[in-house]
């Protein structure tokens, strides 16, 4: 996911700093509550070196209000669609073109603005093609991108977003209605696609010999995921990281801190290097998932900073499933720390935390930031990692993966050398941030196994044809040439070119995080939440699952007939629970009291869910990146989970 993600922002309109939350609404409230005063609309896709990210524009909508019949969320009279969940307000309207007629509930598909925005996005080797194609606004804009990805190796171009972004929409306006036609008529095919081979049995498949060799030389990728609480300082550790590797430079770093001084967001300078876009920084408040790369001794690290305020925990989610470690960043300033572990659905130190370990992510380093608030006193970080330690160890990380450090980022106080202030260095003589990451183990890494890539991103010239899936490969492998079948869709294309860390390469193996070019596919076959797979390994499609899950801390009882945003790996769907097939007995496992009548917080459980529509999903024993779930209501994620049972839509 080497880019900017937008994943379905949801954000309210009243939201103007970090301690003016929402009111929560009780749980039997969750299927129905929908708060938002804001429509959001995606205008354009900055670059992150030269790909792109969202510029999200917010307007206020008052008047002429049509109900969703799915979230109830209120939308303008002039939306087709509903702007949160993305179902059609009619579906046997027709819309340019195409008949819409029968088409089924859309949850994750693009929305017309969506459409917009995925044919702005465009990778390296797409840019270069359509600036010699599409004239000079497009050259302007794609010439920036690229040198602002020389200077900064890998870090997002501010510059960017405005140069051709006017010509870009007016040219993928025009093309809008046509792309949602295609994209609804696929819809309608989407059960009966005759593309399908039977798969093979999995005892089958043998890996070929280049598939397994070693990358002589090549540093291992360790995707790390930064994470924690709105406002605890993740984009300043992260700019300021990247800024001492070298990865901004210092003349980039000037600028960041003059701007941000001129908008009255000094203290912002940092978070710059990665809030990038317009909207980010005025609000002083991470959106998207912002990807950065930069080399420690034994790693090229693969930075996901990602958005602490709880809005947009589903952006979160996105980029955080890549994550083989993450830093989890804690406020230590009095008051803040303890918002961060609020338990009632506010305190995303305590959520985020919860999702990394369900994302299966066992290291976790602790950043205490912010030490320089507290006099860098050694009581206050004791009494953080006690309490903090406390609540790990109940989500299952051994205390031997979880490494606390105390810091300051702003101060670049145990970053990546020792600390300096004598408050500091009196007491703690541990390690660093940066040999806290290199003593960081590599996940095993399964390149024997049939591909699969989860597609958390989707990269579309729709001038040239062209189409990138973005992703990390969770097992198996792919070079240049191979044949490729991508699901749900189950379409077959074939690797035109890869993209590794920005660099073109020409095979990527699990764990790679890469931007993969495919041909002979329409791109509208391609959609994040897919995945890619060898042709005769197909991964299952299903849109009703069996999971086990723990429910979080809510605050009334979970009933048959809940709706819940359902995610799993980069998919996103409306669910709702059709079944409680059983209590799970959390000590030992097994099933407890059978069909009980609802389930309340910290309870375990077997429950069967109904998708609206069909995504790609494995059992969590057989493949544990794309059998891991979530449930997300109202907000606040309800309960995490294994899937426990497929049953498949081709069986
Ligand atoms: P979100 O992405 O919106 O969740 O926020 P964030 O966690 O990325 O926080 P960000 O880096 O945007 O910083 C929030 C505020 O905390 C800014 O005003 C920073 O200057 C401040 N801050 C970050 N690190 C430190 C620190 O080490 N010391 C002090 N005093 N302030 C800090
Ligand atoms: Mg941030």
């Known amino acids: 996911m080497p880019r900017k993600v937008n994943y379905g922002l949801d954000y309210d309109d009243g939201y103007d700093g970090y301690d ?3 009111d929560f609404d009780d749980y ?6 929908n708060d938002y005063g804001v429509k959001e609309k995606v205008t354009e896709k900055p670059s992150w070196n030269d790909r792109s990210t969202i510029k999200v524009e917010k307007k206020t909508k008052k008047l002429a209000l049509w109900q969703c019949s799915v979230c109830n969320s209120d939308n303008e009279q002039s939306s ?55 004239g000079k606004k ?19 171009s501010g510059a960017n977003q405005l140069n051709g972004s006017e010509s870009g929409n007016a040219n993928i306006k025009s093309d809008t209605p046509q792309i949602l036609a295609s994209d609804l008529h696929q819809m309608k095919l989407d059960k009966v696609s005759t593309n399908f081979r039977k798969a093979k049995p999995l005892a089958e498949y043998k890996p070929e010999k280049w598939m397994l060799a070693n990358q002589d030389g090549i540093l291992n990728q360790l995707n790390l995921a930064v994470v924690g609480h709105v406002d605890s300082g993740k984009s300043t550790l992260s700019g300021q990281l990247l800024h001492l590797l070298g990865r901004v430079s210092k003349k980039e770093m000037h600028k960041f801190e003059k701007e941000a001084k001129e908008k009255g967001k000094g203290s912002f300078a940092f978070a710059w290097a990665t809030d990038e876009s317009a909207e980010e920084r005025e609000r002083g408040v991470t959106m998207t998932v912002a990807v950065a790369y930069f080399d420690s001794k ?34 230590a300033s009095i008051g803040s720390f303890e918002a961060g572990m609020d338990g009632n659905g506010f305190g995303q130190t305590k959520e985020h935390a919860q999702l990394i370990r369900s994302f299966g992510v066992e290291q976790v380093i602790v950043a205490v930031n912010k030490m320089d608030t507290v006099g860098f006193s050694k009581e206050r970080f004791e009494f953080i990692k006690s309490q903090l330690g406390n609540f790990l160890r109940s989500c299952g990380f051994k205390e031997s993966q979880v490494t606390w450090i105390p810091l300051s980022a702003m101060e670049n106080e145990n970053l990546v050398t020792s600390a300096t202030d004598a408050r500091l260095s009196s007491w703690y003589e541990g390690s660093c941030l940066l040999e806290a990451v290199d003593s960081l183990q590599l996940p095993v890494r399964d390149a024997s196994k049939p591909l699969l890539l989860p597609i958390c991103d989707v990269i579309k010239s729709h001038s040239l044809g062209q189409v990138a899936a973005c992703g990390k490969i ?3 492998a792919i070079k240049n040439g191979s044949r490729v079948l991508v ?46 797979c060898h042709p005769d390994y197909p991964v299952t499609v299903a849109s009703r699952l069996e999971l086990k899950i723990l429910v979080l801390d809510i605050m009334g009882p979970i009933i048959v007939g809940s709706k819940f945003e359902f995610h799993i790996h980069h998919a996103k769907e409306a669910a709702r629970l059709v079944k409680i097939v059983s209590l799970v007995d959390q000590k030992t496992g097994k099933a407890a009291k059978k069909t009980p009548r609802f389930l309340t917080a910290k309870q375990s459980a077997i429950i069967e869910v109904a998708l609206d529509r069909a995504v790609c999903a ?24 294994i899937v426990s049972k497929v049953f498949s839509d081709e069986s």
């Open 28 to 33: 039997e409230d969750y299927a129905n509550a």
């Open 618 to 641: 494995e059992e969590f024993s057989k493949h544990r990146a794309l059998g891991r779930a979530f449930l997300r209501a109202s907000g606040c994620t309800v309960g995490v989970g």
């Open 298 to 331: 034994k790693y090229r690290v693969v930075l996901l900073d990602s958005p602490g305020h709880k809005d947009f925990v589903p952006n979160m989610i996105s980029g955080a499933t890549q994550a083989d470690a993450a830093v989890l960043v804690v406020d």
């Open 20 to 22: 003016d939350y929402d």
């Open 487 to 532: 699901m749900p869709l189950r379409e077959v294309a074939t690797v035109r070119s890869i993209e590794r860390d920005s660099c073109p390469c020409s095979v990527a193996r699990a764990g790679d995080n890469v931007a993969v070019s495919l041909q002979g596919i329409d791109g509208v076959h391609v959609t994040p939440g897919g995945v890619l």
């Open 80 to 134: 087709s669609s509903c702007d949160i969940c993305g179902v059609l307000r009619d579906p046997a309207q027709n819309i340019g073109n195409g008949s819409a007629e029968n088409a089924p509930f859309q949850f994750n598909t693009l929305s017309p603005d969506d459409m917009v925005s995925v044919g702005k996005m465009s990778s390296r080797k797409s840019s270069k093609v359509s600036a010699n194609n599409t």
């Open 138 to 156: 497009a050259i302007a804009k794609f010439t920036a991108t690229n040198e602002m990805a020389e200077n900064s190796s890998g870090i997002i």
């Open 474 to 476: 969770e097992t198996g």
